[in-house]
């Protein structure tokens, strides 16, 4: 699976949007890039997954670079409560030899502050 | 089905005992995951099982470790010998195929050696 490289922290102010960028330089084309994100004291909890085209979903937008090369997660309007650890993760699907674990790097700490 | 459940939350250990952590996946996943989990570090990948089957193991499962799932239901994992080194959060997941969107992780269990 494809490296990626995130910042370790980033602040966000309430109510505004938290834009959270992610390198993948080395993704493949059949890779896929997920976000993670992991609240303290909790395992990490599914955001959004893509493969070259935008998503959207009710937690989050994920903008993917035309080369994929890289992508940003977007809160739109951040809480108290999107304080955590965000992990970019890029992966194959099914079909690869990785029987579908996730590897995670070190993530990039969010904090949204009032 | 209120998802992953891991038992129990805490243990404290003194070095050399040896301890055993529980999963109890969502009941209609086939496939569970085992990830530990340092202080400021992303979960690291330990086992797979697929039913009852344990399919890959990471190298960082050193032969004190052992994982079962024997009726594809709940695992156990177990630490022999504890070291002070093996003081981690310890995490179990579920998936019911491998893609990435669809895995549930349990709260985990943060194991103290003293």
């Known amino acids: 699976d494809a490296k990626t490289t995130q910042p370790p922290s980033m602040d966000c102010a309430e109510g505004r949007a938290a834009n959270l960028p992610c390198n993948h330089s080395t993704i493949s084309g059949n890779e896929y890039v997920y976000w993670y994100r992991q609240i303290h004291s909790q395992g990490p909890q599914y955001i959004i997954h893509g493969l070259k085209n935008n998503e959207t979903n009710e937690m989050a937008s994920l903008i993917i670079t035309e080369d994929r090369k890289s992508s940003t997660l977007i809160l739109p309007h951040a809480t108290l409560r999107d304080t955590a650890v965000y992990y970019c993760?890029?992966?194959?699907?099914?079909?690869?030899?990785?029987?579908?674990?996730?590897?995670f790097g070190q993530g990039t700490i969010l904090t949204v502050h009032p | 089905d209120t998802g992953v459940s891991q038992d129990p939350r805490h243990k404290i250990t003194k070095r050399g005992q040896n301890v055993t952590f529980r999963c109890d996946p969502i009941s209609e996943h086939n496939r569970l995951y085992w990830y530990r989990q340092t202080l400021g570090q992303g979960p690291e990948f330990l086992t797979y099982f697929q039913n009852e089957a344990q399919l890959e193991k990471s190298r960082l499962l050193s032969d004190r470790f052992s994982a079962e799932r024997p009726k594809g239901s709940f695992s156990t994992l177990e630490i022999q010998r504890t070291e002070q080194g093996d003081s981690a959060m310890y995490l179990c997941a579920s998936s019911q195929g491998p893609l990435g969107h669809g895995y549930t992780f349990g709260s985990g269990t943060r194991l103290t050696v003293v």
């Open positions: 993760i890029v992966r194959v699907e099914a079909g690869g030899t990785s029987y579908g674990k996730l590897t």
